[in-house]
């Protein structure tokens, strides 16, 4: 139903069409066209053992060192004179492998690589994989996910966006909280994948827990700055994480109970070599545990009642290799939170009549993805993916009071209920494709269409209360429909022996209502190499977004709205410079130097006394627009592998914002402007049987306004109205952020399976980090029996030492 | 409730210190034109210092105005409208004239604000109408008024009822306040619930201001005068300087988020130099028609 709407309204897509494909296409044949004596080498490259695609595996010429990197399925195309090679392939954590191949013709070649090698073993003596200052690519991360796995974490609950937060650049939100902010920009900025797949509300319980299950997880990539042309829609970051697509040849599972949740992952072939899945579920379970005593205390005063929160994650994917040229995928990512409070009470309300009262309420929030996606290699050089997506999140509150008498008595009848409910719905559809015409050119382009439903607030109302007229009402903001559509081209090439670049543009437009805005986001990165460890790097790119979160607390409330550009409120726009130094030291430890200046413009705020209970007004009256900058310096020196492995990084920058409305118009400090941000992180594996890991975060305190000082008003007397002067917006400094948390993992092999109990402190040396401040008012009598009202101002920290056990094992 | 039960067992709670803030005074008026000002001084306080606010009536105000008069207040008066203490000057506003006025008292630094009040903008007619919006019936005003172009008018509209209450075989005039609100259809208030509006939608042309009362507003034995009695609707539209218009509309979001801990903090806008406080002006013009 929605493609043919979109093909036949949609004169853009023809212009989409003509106008990028066509050049694109013409561009292909002349590059195409040169030296038609060369042959390409193609296929996949994979692990051997489970059959998983390796992402970014390298795949070279030993000779020449002339060489490609694999795509994110996998396949990889490298195109060479004909002659006689050794081709080597690399990949981290994995011995290299190398073939002598006598390039005649075109030839395809699935690569599996070894087994895993054994870390202590382990050293690093050729590339493994495209070097950091061989990268075109700057400001990206790739944190391998057995890292994010021995990383201590909050009561043992190890979380992707919680070890992104320890990588510079990247500023946590509040103490415990997965929220991201990426240089300067806001957590709506953030364009957050799972298999392609945009995640609108990454946490659990208040932000404490991120979506991400790192059982399932098979790599994860940070991009902050120099975005290449296909990613667009968020000015500030992507992190793209890729599921893991499952065991192809044996059947394996890997499971924990820890203190909040445990988690079952398990996957296998479907059809062996042909066809796998992997299915991974989460659930906390303190409700359950809790359920008992919850409803004893009720029981105790004469009620009855429960009250509860749990939230569960479901993450599965399924892929079918057709043929060895094609290759479709199913995933689906299932998340829920739910609070609920179910309470009903007795009481007589004469010798002969009973009144019963019932009061429930609910709060709920989750997220669906979902993604089908069919992979076609079209000939030696050309790599095809299309994808459709269905995503959703919404989030839900609810109350009901109904009452009855025994017997029953119109008069003592009550049911109201309320319900708000506000969310948004996408559908959508993409193709891309990868051209790969030598290995001096790595072309991309492709387009796709996302339709948007949001539902920003909606309230139901009824109410049927003793003898009176029913209330049956729904108010609130209506449903808005957008098309956010875009196209772009990219190419990743090489100018002689150390020059590289990637210039693209990316096309995008966002169509609702009467509405269409449009933007040409130009995109370029170019690295020079120094010498042969050394280079230096640039990069510009222009963003553009168009949906908002509405926010006015840091710590990830399902509250948060997520709303459309309209006539009132533009896409945000951003640009950003970057340039820095990429070196790599012993062939082991990675080191960047870079220095960033972004702006942004048409960024949303709520205007000074909005807030959630704001009522009567819709969401476009309480926002106000403005624009912000960033700069800074990001150092990060990364280990990946090894028997030690981790990083420091550190940031030092200045985030500004501009509101005409807000602090009469003069700039101000962004609320998380941190001058300083630290973080070391060190896994240390001892023997086979024992890995050690902490990290230590610091970070300048959180800028916030707070009233200063107090004055009377014009008008105060005997009411003594005063005023709170709060200075200039953001003008107090919390208390420095620092935190170390350790953890220990102790490992021990079975005949079938392998066990891991894991040990560890949050906040080990109980730092009292600062959550919230608020003041207090208090109440006593002085000496002459005057009541005296004395204020103070209280820091509230949320987790003193937080110790964890985890007990995990796989087979 | 779990969550709650489990960050309260987390929470640990530290008493902070801010750094000291000095204590500056703090002048404050509000005047009209043809009317004498009425100054109040007091001193501020640091957020966590304890006690009221104190009212300075030892101190000294000197207002000099662009039109060469001058005068110097040192002793305060009780004020029967306002039942306030506070200094009230002999000399008396006009409209486009520029006052400055120097607040000082010894153990404090002195502040200065400027001020003015716009010329008076005629209320050009009234006209009432009644109109269903939502299937409720809505009670609207419209209140025209011709802005001049070329300069930022700022104005404030407010609305009144005169009766004539009867005594024996008297009748005493007597002169209400009512509530009124903005229509929401009319943008020159935006989101606002102020009766506050600026000309940047209607810069130099007429333009009739549509604001709307409550039909229950008037009860009681007050609804039967309104019925049976000549009764007057008054129209008062205040040309408010930039600075009024400004603290004004900062100091009611102020007061109306108070209370809320979700609210964003609202700086309240203050025109006193070295000081707090807000010294700003308004003039008045009012139109009447009978009311039904």
């Given amino acids: 139903m929605y493609l043919p709407i979109f093909f036949r309204n949609r004169l853009y897509l023809l212009m989409m069409i003509k106008g990028l494909l066509i050049p694109v296409a013409f561009f292909l044949l002349m590059i195409g066209s040169v030296g038609a004596q060369n042959y390409t080498i193609s296929g996949f490259v994979e692990d051997g053992t489970s059959g998983e695609k390796l992402i970014g595996a390298n795949v070279y010429d030993v000779a020449t060192l002339k060489g490609t990197t694999t795509n994110v399925y996998g396949f990889y195309s490298l195109t060479l004179p004909a002659g006689e090679y050794t081709i080597a392939t690399s990949f981290v954590g994995f011995e290299k492998r190398e073939f002598t191949v006598d390039l005649k013709g075109d030839t395809t070649i699935a690569m599996k690589m070894g087994g895993s090698l054994d870390l202590k073993e382990f050293e690093i003596t050729a590339s493994q994989t495209e070097n950091i200052q061989e990268q075109t690519q700057m400001s990206r991360i790739d944190v391998p996910v057995t890292t994010i796995q021995k990383i201590p974490a909050l009561l043992g609950e190890r979380d992707v966006l919680k070890a992104l937060q320890l990588l510079p650049g990247v500023q946590s939100g509040s103490e415990g909280t997965s929220g991201l902010y990426v240089r300067g920009g806001g957590p709506d900025q953030n364009l957050i994948l799972l298999d392609g797949v945009p995640v609108y509300n990454a946490s659990h319980l208040f932000g404490f827990f991120s979506v991400f299950n790192t059982d399932a997880i098979n790599s994860v990539e940070l991009i902050k700055g120099g975005f290449p042309a296909h990613y667009g829609g968020r000015l500030s970051s992507v992190i793209d994480i890729r599921m893991k697509e499952g065991n192809l040849n044996e059947f394996h599972g890997t499971g924990s109970v820890g203190i909040v949740a445990s988690k079952l992952t398990l996957e296998g072939p479907i059809i062996k070599d042909k066809a796998s899945f992997i299915i991974s579920g989460r659930r906390t379970y303190i409700d359950l545990l809790a359920r008992p005593i919850i409803k004893n205390q009720f029981k105790k005063q004469g009620t009855d009642g429960v009250a509860g929160y749990y939230f569960y994650d479901l993450n599965g994917k399924v892929n079918y290799k057709i043929t060895d040229k094609d290759r479709v995928y199913l995933s689906a990512y299932l998340g829920d939170d739910n609070f609920y409070f179910d309470f009903t009470e007795t009481y007589s309300l004469s010798e002969e009549q009973d009144i019963t009262q019932g009061l429930g309420a609910g709060l709920r929030w989750g997220n669906i993805t979902t993604a089908l996606r069919y992979n076609r290699v079209i000939n030696q050089k050309l790599f095809m993916n299309l994808t459709g997506t269905y995503s959703r999140y919404n989030f839900n509150v609810g109350q009901t009071i109904n009452s009855f008498s025994e017997p029953a008595d119109p008069a003592y009848a009550e049911d109201i209920a309320f319900n708000y409910e506000s969310g948004i719905f996408d559908w959508s559809g993409r193709l891309d494709f990868d051209y790969i015409p030598s290995p001096n050119h790595y072309i991309k382009f492709g387009l796709g269409d996302i339709y948007h439903t949001f539902v920003p607030g909606i309230t139901v109302f009824d109410a049927s209360i003793g003898n009176s007229d029913p209330i049956d009402t729904t108010f609130g903001a209506t449903p808005v429909y957008a098309h956010e559509y875009f196209a772009y081209v990219e190419d990743d090439f090489k100018i002689g022996a150390r020059i590289k670049m990637n210039l693209g543009v990316h096309f995008a437009g966002f169509k609702t209502g009467s509405n269409n805005y449009m933007s040409v986001q130009p995109r370029a990165s170019a690295r020079y190499l120094l010498n042969e460890f050394l280079s230096v790097k640039a990069s510009y790119a222009q963003m553009q977004q168009y949906i908002h979160l509405l926010t006015n607390a840091s710590i990830g409330l399902p509250t948060d709205l997520w709303v459309p550009s309209t006539d009132i409120v533009k896409p945000e726009d951003s640009r950003q410079v970057a340039a820095g130094l990429a070196y790599t030291f012993k062939n082991k430890y990675e080191i960047s130097l870079e220095g960033y200046y972004k702006t942004m413009t048409n960024l949303i705020e709520y205007k000074e006394g909005a807030g959630f209970f704001t009522t009567g007004t819709s969401w476009e009256d309480q926002i106000t627009f403005g624009d912000g900058w960033s700069y800074g310096a990001e150092l990060f020196l990364q280990k990946k592998v090894g028997k030690t492995a981790g990083w420091i990084g550190y940031t030092l920058s200045w985030t500004q914002r501009q509101f005409e409305d807000l602090n009469f118009g003069e700039a101000f400090p962004y609320r998380y402007d941190r001058r300083h941000d630290i973080s070391i992180v060190i896994t240390q594996e001892i023997n086979k049987q024992i890995d050690f890991a902490a990290t230590w975060v610091y970070g300048t305190g959180n800028a916030v306004s707070l009233p200063i000082s107090r004055y009377a008003a014009p008008d105060n007397g005997f009411f003594g109205n005063e005023i709170y002067n709060y200075g200039s917006r953001n003008s107090f400094r919390m208390a420095a952020y620092h935190r170390l948390d350790v953890g220990v993992n102790l490992h021990k092999e079975r005949k079938h399976w392998e066990r891991t109990w894991s040990f560890g402190a949050y906040n080990a040396y109980s730092r009292k980090n600062p959550f919230f401040l608020y003041f207090q008012d208090n109440f006593n009598l002085d000496e002459n029996g005057n009541a005296v009202t004395t204020k103070e101002l209280i820091q509230v920290s949320l987790f003193p030492i937080v110790p964890y056990v985890t007990y995990s094992f796989k087979f | ?292």
């Fill in chain 2, 1 to 292: 409730m779990l969550l709650a039960l489990f960050t309260i067992s987390c929470e640990t709670v530290v008493q902070i210190d801010l750094p000291e803030t000095e204590s500056l005074l703090t002048v404050n008026c509000l005047f009209q034109q043809d009317s004498a000002f009425f100054f109040t001084l007091s001193a501020s306080k640091g957020i966590l210092e304890s006690g009221e606010l104190e009212q300075l009536n030892d101190g000294q105000i000197k207002i000099s105005a662009s039109d060469g008069t001058e005068e110097t207040i040192s002793t305060t008066s009780f004020d029967s409208l306002t039942f306030r203490e506070g200094y009230i000057s002999t000399m008396k506003a006009k409209p486009g004239v520029t006052y400055t006025v120097t607040a000082s008292r010894a153990g404090y630094e002195s502040v200065t604000a400027t001020a003015v009040i716009p010329e008076p903008q005629p209320v050009s007619s009234i006209d009432t109408t009644s109109v269903i919006i939502a299937r409720e019936r809505e009670n609207h005003v419209l209140v025209s008024l011709k802005d001049p172009s070329g300069i930022a008018n700022y104005y404030e509209v407010k609305m009144k009822l005169l009766l004539y209450y009867p005594v024996g075989t008297d009748s005493f005039p007597y002169v209400l306040d009512i509530p009124i609100y903005p229509v929401a259809a009319d943008g020159v208030f935006g989101n606002s619930s102020d009766l506050l509006f600026s000309d940047e939608l209607f810069d130099g042309q007429e333009y009739a201001v549509r604001v709307a009362y409550s039909p229950d507003w008037v009860e009681g034995d007050t609804a039967q005068i309104v019925e049976q009695l000549p009764s007057y609707l008054i129209a008062e539209l205040r040309s408010v300087s930039e600075d009024y218009f400004k603290f004004q509309q900062s100091y009611n979001t102020f007061q109306f988020s108070a209370g809320d801990p979700f609210a964003q903090p609202v700086q309240v806008y203050n025109n006193v130099e070295g000081g707090y406080g807000i010294v700003a002006g308004y003039s008045i013009a009012r139109d009447t028609i009978p009311f039904k």
